[in-house]
């Protein structure tokens, strides 16, 4: 089993930064792909962003170019560097793996509010 934490999370203003952080722990010997997710009141969650094991990364839309997404394998995290933060990314964010997310397991999620 993997237990994942997040953090960084915060209040910031339009075009700020923040740098999310999910630190792994327990069986992460069998993590490939893992990924950024945000789920904003009244909506469904969406997918920010992947990376597998070799580093390859897949953003969404709405932020390519502004959004970040790196691993640090030794130690057993992943980031999420934010740039250019608009208000409509304003939401709770979580980081997964993708057998996580086929079992249908969610941690607390860290949150990002960005006022105008």
């Known amino acids: 089993q993997v237990q994942l934490v997040e953090s960084g999370g915060g209040l910031v203003q339009a075009g700020g930064s923040l740098r999310l952080s999910c630190a792994a722990s327990?069986?992460?010997?069998?993590?490939?792909?893992m990924g950024w997710y945000r789920q904003a009141p009244g909506k469904q969650r969406q997918l920010v962003a992947t990376?597998?094991?070799?580093?390859?990364?897949h953003y969404g839309d709405s932020v390519k170019g502004r959004f970040t997404i790196s691993r640090d394998n030794a130690k057993n995290t992943l980031y999420l560097q934010m740039n250019s933060l608009k208000p409509e990314d304003t939401a709770v964010y979580y980081c997964?793996?993708?057998?996580?997310?086929?079992?249908?397991?969610w941690g607390q999620g860290t949150q990002v509010t960005v006022s105008s």
């Open positions: 997964n793996t993708a057998a996580r997310v086929v079992d249908g397991i």
């Open positions: 327990g069986s992460t010997f069998s993590i490939d792909y």
């Open positions: 990376i597998n094991s070799v580093g390859s990364t």
